[in-house]
Nanobody, 121 residues
Framework: QVQLMESGGGSVQAGGSLRLSCAAS????????MAWFRQAPGKEREGVAA???????SYADSVKGRFTISQDNAKNTLYLQMNSLKPEDTAMYYC???????????????WGQGTQVTVSS
């Protein structure tokens, strides 16, 4: 089992940047596939970015070229670098983990509590 805790959210103006972190604890972190999701009020949770064990990545079309997912296995930490932020990026951001790679499907077993990102115009 793995526990996840996100950090790094905040309020920024459009065009700004934030880096989210997701610290994982528990046994066998390196065996888990990880991803970032977000959910805005009144909307469904959507996959933002996912990373495979070989470093392969997948992004939602809405964030391609602006967001970068990465992980540091030595620190058991997943990151999401978000650049050129837009008001439509405003949402609660969650990291997720599972022993199966669901890529951008919200079928992961383990979820963090989320960190709020607010982008003002």
């Amino acid at each position: 089992q793995v526990q996840l805790m996100e950090s790094g959210g905040g309020s920024v103006q459009a065009g700004g940047s934030l880096r989210l972190s997701c610290a994982a604890s528990g046994y066998g972190y390196s065996n888990y596939y990880m991803a970032w999701f977000r959910q805005a009020p009144g909307k469904e949770r959507e996959g933002v970015a996912a990373i495979d064990s070989d470093g392969s990545t997948s992004y939602a079309d809405s964030v391609k070229g602006r967001f970068t997912i990465s992980q540091d296995n030595a620190k058991n930490t997943l990151y999401l670098q978000m650049n050129s932020l837009k008001p439509e990026d405003t949402a609660m951001y969650y990291c997720a983990a599972d022993l199966i790679n669901w890529w951008l499907l919200a079928k992961y077993v383990y979820w963090g509590q989320g960190t709020q990102v607010t982008v003002s115009s």
